[in-house]
């Protein structure tokens, strides 16, 4: 949501000697919402919101890719902005349940409001994703309280860190089985 998780992401993909991402199977439901094509049928009716309006059908199948790169014995990186803490924290739970081999880490992405305020407004001209206002902020409130739980609930584990770099907030699961 403009916060620079995307950015990060690549700039992590080119240093390939301190994080492997070729190893990992990347699971964005945003590049998902990208190729629905209800997402192309929003925008073209005029629905400044198209993404909005297809995020459930997008973080489904976000959750279905999730299982099978589970299922495989895959690394994955899901990209996620950490905004419902009760939600993430049980996900979390689970997946520790369910794939105990698997460690689980939160990269942290920070920036200012304004600069997130600011990213969100540009990326809407470019692209057409436009996110309504009021979720930007109920996002800003949310996220930081959010990022800390899932981590805080296993921190005795050592496996949740906290690497700030520029934005808010991405969920990346595994460095595969252990």
């Not at 199977?25 to 990208?34: L, M, Q, R, T, Y």
């Not at 105990?100 to 304004?114: K, M, N, Q, S």
Request: aromatic share 6%.
């Amino acid at each position: 949501m403009g916060a620079g998780k995307g950015h990060t992401m690549r700039l992590l993909k080119q240093a390939a000697s301190i994080f492997p991402s070729q190893a990992f199977v990347g699971i964005d439901p945003d590049e998902i919402k990208a190729v629905l094509p209800e997402t192309e049928l929003y925008k073209e009716h005029g629905h400044p919101h198209a993404s909005t309006m297809v995020h459930r059908e997008s973080t489904l199948i976000a959750e279905v890719c999730e299982r099978v790169a589970f299922a495989i014995g895959a690394n994955l990186i899901v990209d996620g902005s950490l905004r419902d803490k009760e939600w993430y924290t049980g996900l979390f739970a689970r997946y520790r349940e369910q794939y105990p081999a698997y460690r689980l880490a939160i990269i942290h992405v920070d920036a200012p409001p304004e600069v997130v305020r600011r990213r969100a407004r540009e990326r809407a001209l470019v692209t057409g994703r436009s996110v309504p206002p009021r979720v930007l902020e109920e996002a800003l409130a949310q996220v930081p309280p959010s990022q800390r739980a899932p981590a805080a609930a296993h921190a005795p584990g050592g496996d949740a860190f906290d690497g700030r770099h520029r934005t808010a907030a991405r969920h990346a699961l595994s460095t595969g089985p252990r």
